[in-house]
């Protein structure tokens, strides 16, 4: 947002062309955004939440999703044909997301077919990836997951095949393997610059699951070393993370789950409980005005850049240009094959 601008005055404007159009406009705020725009939203959550809101809302026109790219995306395959996505800042991406495209996951993935064939191969991909990603799931009877079911998502997929390509976040991938009881050597990183994403033949038929190499940059700022430090300053604390983290970290964290299971921790802890929460640094500010009766800390100041650029200003301005400006479309045969993909996952919750 531009220096110089009368935050109360872009607030009230805000407000006053919600109120005019009523249930024509919906407001998205994704968890990660800053406490301004989520009190401006009409719906606050993580991506899996708010996918099912752009789903069901039938009554609004115009949805702003204020969040990421690849959320407005998702938002734009599930919307209604008269439903008009926009995003209020077009350069708000996600750097996890950019580390896979459909070119180089069709490589890996006829890669992997000629070593083990690919009739009980099954692609899982995770929310934060663009939609011709989805597509090629819908396409190649797989689904979409988030970090609220993907667990769910992989029992489905291993309930439908023997073998899983799980893009573009290893870590996620990693964590729900092991939870879901699979051993490390049953899983393997696929390195999409290398050939065979540098594995042996052998490695890749004898893996249950191949994680992409993928991750997030605010969640891989966590360390080991920083919960120790936590642990030794703050004895009582209970320490949760995101299952985006590392291996090493969800290990030495006493719980672990997406945004919307650390709010609820939050809630639900008594009044007195010291909470270090390894996730994006809004969401801990935000938890940390709203439950003042308990001590909310972050394991480490990790900011995502991208949603950070979403503000008042850019708010507005898609307010004022409703329909015209950064609206999020996507081409007929993408968003079919993607919304296979999505309904897929919806049909988990």
Not at 321 to 335: A, M, R, S
Request: one cysteine or more; proline letters at 4%.
């Amino acid at each position: 947002m531009k220096a110089g601008f009368d935050h109360t005055e872009v607030i009230e404007n805000i407000r006053a062309r919600k109120d005019a159009l009523g249930k024509e406009l919906i407001i998205l705020t994704h968890h990660y955004q800053r406490k301004e725009i989520v009190d401006l939203g009409d719906f606050v959550g993580d991506s899996f939440e708010l996918s099912r809101k752009a789903a069901s809302d039938s009554a609004c026109r115009h949805i702003v999703f204020c969040g990421v790219h690849f959320m407005a995306e998702s938002a734009a395959i599930l919307a209604k044909p008269r439903q008009i996505v926009q995003i209020p800042n077009e350069h708000a991406g996600c750097w996890m997301a950019s580390m896979a495209d459909s070119v180089i996951v069709e490589s890996a993935w006829n890669q992997i077919s000629d070593v083990m064939g690919k009739e009980r191969l099954v692609p899982v991909v995770y929310m934060n990836s663009d939609a011709d990603l989805k597509a090629f799931c819908g396409t190649h009877g797989g689904t979409v997951c988030t970090s609220s079911n993907a667990q769910k998502a992989v029992r489905w997929a291993f309930e439908v095949g023997d073998k899983i390509l799980f893009f573009p976040d290893q870590h996620l991938g990693r964590n729900v393997g092991h939870d879901l009881g699979l051993k490390a050597d049953e899983m393997i990183v696929w390195s999409p610059d290398k050939p065979l994403g540098g594995n042996t033949p052998e490695a890749v038929r004898a893996a249950k699951m191949i994680l992409w190499d993928g991750y997030c940059l605010v969640h891989t700022r966590f360390s080991v070393e920083q919960i120790e430090k936590m642990r030794s300053e703050f004895p009582g604390a209970r320490i949760i993370v995101h299952p985006e983290c590392t291996r090493e970290v969800v290990a030495a964290s006493d719980a672990c789950g997406s945004t919307s299971y650390i709010v609820k921790y939050v809630q639900e802890a008594p009044a007195g409980s010291t909470i270090v929460i390894g996730t994006e640094i809004n969401l801990i500010n935000r938890l940390s005005l709203q439950y003042p009766e308990k001590k909310i800390m972050d394991l480490n100041n990790s900011l995502c850049p991208n949603m950070f650029k979403i503000n008042l200003g850019n708010l507005l301005w898609i307010l004022e240009n409703l329909g015209d400006v950064n609206v999020v479309t996507v081409p007929d045969d993408i968003k079919a094959d993607a919304k296979l993909a999505l309904d897929r996952m919806l049909s988990l919750a």
